[in-house]
């Protein structure tokens, strides 16, 4: 009976374990699965972002493209237009007549004439500043000159004008002490 209990406990625990074990490896897979679908979703809805990008940029190529080969026609035309005018101007030149080439001749040396006109203009008007304000100078300087030469003489002249003024003081405080002072004969001339 042991034995039977313990057979039918044994077969209990591996009953048991295999239940435990279907457990875990159901747990695992799901667990694993999810994060492998998530891993794989992330990296498709990186791949989505990265064709939607590439996308963006093959029609931004092809509006270029189209540009590109509006410009170039645009280019050739233009091109075509400046080889024809080219072609105008050299028969236009030849269609001058001496008249005309002599004409357009005088016409640039009285072009030429008329500007070195202005520019001996402007040469004489700096020359005339110069001299003027080289004259102002020189006018300045014998002005500061003579002012001060003057003031000087005034400086002096006051001078005088106080030695003689003690002088005379002098002469008058004689006069009021009674001494004749003679007089010279130049004040009767």
Excluded at 23 to 34: D, M, T, V, Y
Excluded at 45 to 65: A, F, G, N, W, Y
Excluded at 83 to 93: I, N, W
């Amino acid at each position: 009976r042991l034995k039977e209990e313990n057979v039918e406990q044994i077969a209990a625990l591996k009953n048991l374990h295999h239940t435990d074990t279907e457990k875990l490896i159901c747990q695992h897979a799901l667990e694993h699965s999810s994060s492998r679908v998530a891993e794989l979703s992330s990296k498709l809805s990186t791949q989505e972002i990265l064709i939607k990008h590439l996308q963006k940029q093959v029609s931004e190529l092809l509006k270029d493209r189209e540009s590109l080969a509006v410009f170039r026609i645009r280019e050739e035309t233009l091109q075509n237009e400046v080889t024809k005018l080219l072609d105008e101007l050299k028969a236009a030149r030849e269609c001058h007549t001496p008249e005309m080439r002599h004409y357009l001749t005088l016409d640039s040396k009285i072009k030429y004439m008329e500007m070195r006109h202005s520019q001996r203009e402007q040469e004489l008007q700096q020359v005339i500043q110069q001299t003027r304000q080289a004259a102002e100078n020189v006018q300045t300087k014998e002005t500061d000159k003579w002012k001060k030469l003057v003031h000087q003489k005034n400086m002096e002249l006051e001078k005088f004008r106080s030695e003689l003024d003690a002088i005379l003081d002098v002469l008058r405080v004689l006069q009021r002490q009674g001494i004749v002072i003679p007089t010279t004969a130049s004040e009767g001339y």
